[in-house]
T-cell receptor, first 116, second 114 residues
């Protein structure tokens, strides 16, 4: 079964600083990888996804992530943090896309705080 | 296009009762998945429905069940509620069955069991 590990349950950055949220996965098949963001009292919003092709994926709100197969990583970055980026971020992997449908396995989440 | 809607948004029940949560997917979406979110266990997959058939099920007891109607709307039911069932229940819809398809999440139903 797939699994996802997010390093750091809480990350704090200053406004304008680089945001780096770490995600490592385990998978026995080529994975589909996702980053979601959750604001308080809301559902999850997709930031970006990797399925096939280019390993550097650009998403919404200036976020991007790079799929590194050799490191089994899919870290999320943003060059300059904004106050509105404060939220919880989840990395997710699609379980064996060919047989398990849309089922997602999520990491534990990383709470991002942006300081003025 | 309207997003995924879930009703009710908040629910308070007592132990032993049963509850039904509803999810209306985005128009045209045929796959609906349900997730439970708790502070201790995080986000956990409950089940997925496609074309009125359960296609996938997570590791939850039989007290948790669901169904999907011909218009793709879905309901999940929890019987004999326990305190540990208190959680945010999220519904997600996607166009088709399969991991490649983007899932759109609703705002969730927050269930409190007293």
């Amino acid at each position: 079964a797939q699994s996802v590990t997010q390093l750091g349950s809480h990350v704090s950055v200053s406004e304008g600083a680089l945001v780096l949220l770490r995600c490592n996965y385990s998978s026995s098949v080529p994975p589909y990888l996702f980053w979601y963001v959750q604001y308080p009292n809301q559902g999850l919003q997709l930031l970006l996804k990797y399925t096939t092709g280019a390993t550097l994926v650009k998403g919404i709100n200036g976020f991007e992530a790079e799929f590194k197969k050799s490191e089994t990583s899919f870290h999320l970055t943003k060059p300059s943090a904004h106050m509105s980026d404060a939220a919880e971020y989840f990395c997710a992997v699609s379980d064996d896309p060919l047989t398990s449908g849309s089922r997602l396995t999520f990491g534990e989440g990383t709470q991002l705080t942006v300081n003025p | 296009k309207a997003g995924v809607t879930q009703t009710p948004r908040y629910l308070i029940k007592t132990r032993g009762q049963q509850v039904t949560l509803s999810c209306s997917p985005i128009s045209g979406h045929r796959s609906v998945s349900w997730y439970q979110q708790t502070p201790g266990q995080g986000l956990q997959f409950l089940f997925e429905y496609f074309s009125e058939t359960q296609r996938n099920k997570g590791n939850f007891p039989g007290r948790f069940s669901g169904r999907q109607f011909s218009n793709s709307r879905s309901e999940m039911n929890v019987s004999t509620l326990e305190l540990g069932d208190s959680a945010l229940y999220l519904c997600a819809s996607s166009l088709e069955w399969g991991g490649r398809n983007e899932q759109f999440f609703g705002p969730g139903t927050r269930l409190t069991v007293l």
